[in-house]
């Protein structure tokens, strides 16, 4: 065979007409001069061209992208249609927060089965069904919805109670933290008897309100718990001889204080295991209340001379000692501050001859810094009782004197006192829930 002439050009005006021969000629010229290396580059690049558009031809035919859509709603039932926000967690897509009756989308999600979990639920909510739980997300850019059914108990939440005189007895009031929106929690009618050795108090959940009455069947006063909106009511003493007065909850809400036939008792929140801390006949112990670490109570001490002081007491019933006397004064309604660093607690002149006016006073935990907190707020011939701390622990509110018995409020150093809540009717021993929301 004749080796093939090879036509060599300077430029594209040297271009020569080809006829075919020619031309192939020109074309295995320029396959030799290839190197087998880069022949094979071109043969990887060609099947690479051809197997794209292959995959392009395929679709032109599908139907669209396969993904979906979850959206998942949350439906809140029960007395607290306002709990805090929950968390919601979607497998393989991350999480969002969702408000109570309320709802969250997830967009362009793969489709199949996906793990959804409700987090961050508040303690007196449960959810009602599985969870986490599975979900079948379509693939047809539809949106998948899953609802979420989550239960709550009724809660005290930004929230005062109290006692308010109905005609027949009193009953238990509750109104928001600013005084608005009063309204009975409950339709009970509690017997006045003892009323100012009785106050109504939270538990530290806002669950549960205790307090006491002479109950239908009962010729003395009882310890009973109700729900917080009124309901579930329950008699945890049922016990005709005795008479209990001013309870008071642990800082765990496990057990409550109180005072029974005159000394101080602890029991556990459903009623059992009562404990005799003071028993002393010659005494009689009332208003007790609970540090806020639970290392102590203090309570009131009245003497067969009409004398009142403060002492404390282990919640075992050691190491009970003075905590605050003057034989010229009476001190009574004790109750610690939130944090723990002061007390707040009622004083008078123990002369009946004198005037008698009740005085707010404070003093530090450690006995420091007796002050009275009265000499710059409200009449000075008004009567202060039934002291209670808010939950910040920078305002106290309590019941003044006058035609009728009204709530006040005072910051913790005696100024801005301010009416909190007046009607017709006397209000009395206010409790502030220690549940809040800003």
């Known amino acids: 065979m004749d080796k093939p002439e090879y036509i060599k050009l300077k430029s594209s005006?040297?271009?020569?007409?080809?006829?075919?021969t020619q031309f192939t000629n020109l074309i295995l010229s320029f396959i030799?001069?290839?190197?087998?290396?880069?022949?094979?580059?071109?043969?990887?690049?060609?099947?690479?061209?051809?197997?794209?558009?292959?995959?392009?031809?395929?679709?032109?035919?599908?139907?669209?992208p396969k993904i979906g859509n979850l959206e998942i709603q949350v439906a809140v039932s029960g007395g607290d249609d306002d709990p805090d926000p929950f968390m919601v967690l979607v497998q393989g897509s991350g999480s969002?927060?969702?408000?109570?009756?309320?709802?969250?989308?997830?967009?362009?999600?793969?489709?199949?089965?996906?793990?959804?979990?409700?987090?961050?639920?508040?303690?007196?909510?449960?959810?009602?069904?599985?969870?986490?739980?599975?979900?079948?997300?379509?693939?047809?850019?539809?949106?998948?919805?899953?609802?979420?059914?989550?239960?709550?108990?009724?809660?005290?939440?930004?929230s005062v109670i109290f006692f308010r005189d109905v005609p027949g007895g009193i009953q238990i009031y509750r109104s928001h933290q600013s005084g608005a929106a009063a309204a009975p929690v409950s339709n009970l009618i509690i017997n006045r008897t003892g009323l100012l050795t009785n106050t109504p108090v939270v538990s530290p959940d806002?669950?549960?309100?205790?307090?006491?009455?002479?109950?239908?069947?009962?010729?003395?006063?009882?310890?009973?718990?109700?729900?917080?909106?009124?309901?579930?009511?329950?008699?945890?003493?049922?016990?005709?001889?005795?008479?209990?007065?001013?309870?008071?909850w642990s800082p765990d809400g496990s057990k409550l204080v109180f005072s029974g036939n005159g000394n101080i008792h602890v029991m556990n929140a459903n009623g059992t295991g009562i404990t005799t801390l003071t028993n002393n006949n010659s005494v009689s112990d009332f208003w007790p209340s609970w540090s806020p670490n639970g290392d102590k109570i203090i309570f009131e001490r009245t003497f067969s001379d009409n004398t009142i002081d403060l002492y404390v007491i282990n919640p075992d019933g050691t190491g009970e000692e003075v905590f605050l006397e003057d034989?010229?004064?009476?001190?009574?309604?004790?109750?610690?501050?939130?944090?723990?660093?002061?007390?707040?607690?009622?004083?008078?002149?123990?002369?009946?001859?004198?005037?008698?006016t009740q005085q707010l006073y404070t003093i530090n935990s450690n006995g420091s810094n007796l002050t009275n907190i009265s000499q710059e707020s409200g009449p000075e011939t008004m009567?202060?009782?039934?002291?209670?701390?808010?939950?910040?622990?920078?305002?106290?509110?309590?019941?003044?004197?006058?035609?009728?018995n009204t709530l006040y409020t005072v910051n913790s150093n005696g100024l801005f006192f301010t009416a909190f809540f007046s009607s017709s009717m006397s209000a009395w021993n206010p409790h502030w829930s220690p549940i809040i929301r800003n």
């Open 383 to 404: 009567n202060r009782r039934g002291p209670a701390w808010s939950p910040s622990g920078d305002r106290i509110i309590f019941h003044g004197s006058g035609a009728v």
């Open 32 to 64: 030799i001069k290839i190197s087998r290396a880069k022949l094979f580059t071109f043969a990887l690049f060609f099947i690479y061209l051809n197997i794209v558009s292959c995959s392009d031809s395929a679709s032109d035919g599908d139907n669209g």
């Open 327 to 356: 034989r010229d004064m009476n001190y009574f309604n004790p109750r610690w501050s939130p944090d723990g660093g002061k007390i707040v607690f009622v004083g008078q002149l123990a002369d009946r001859d004198a005037i008698r």
């Open 96 to 158: 969002k927060e969702i408000g109570p009756n309320n709802s969250v989308t997830f967009p362009g999600i793969g489709p199949g089965t996906r793990t959804i979990e409700l987090t961050n639920i508040s303690s007196h909510c449960n959810v009602i069904g599985n969870n986490p739980r599975q979900v079948n997300v379509a693939a047809d850019e539809s949106f998948t919805t899953e609802i979420i059914e989550v239960q709550c108990k009724a809660i005290l939440r930004n």
């Open 13 to 20: 005006n040297d271009l020569p007409e080809l006829d075919e």
């Open 206 to 248: 806002g669950l549960k309100i205790a307090y006491c009455n002479q109950g239908s069947g009962y010729t003395r006063t009882q310890i009973y718990v109700m729900d917080a909106d009124g309901s579930n009511v329950v008699n945890l003493t049922q016990n005709n001889n005795m008479t209990f007065r001013t309870p008071a």
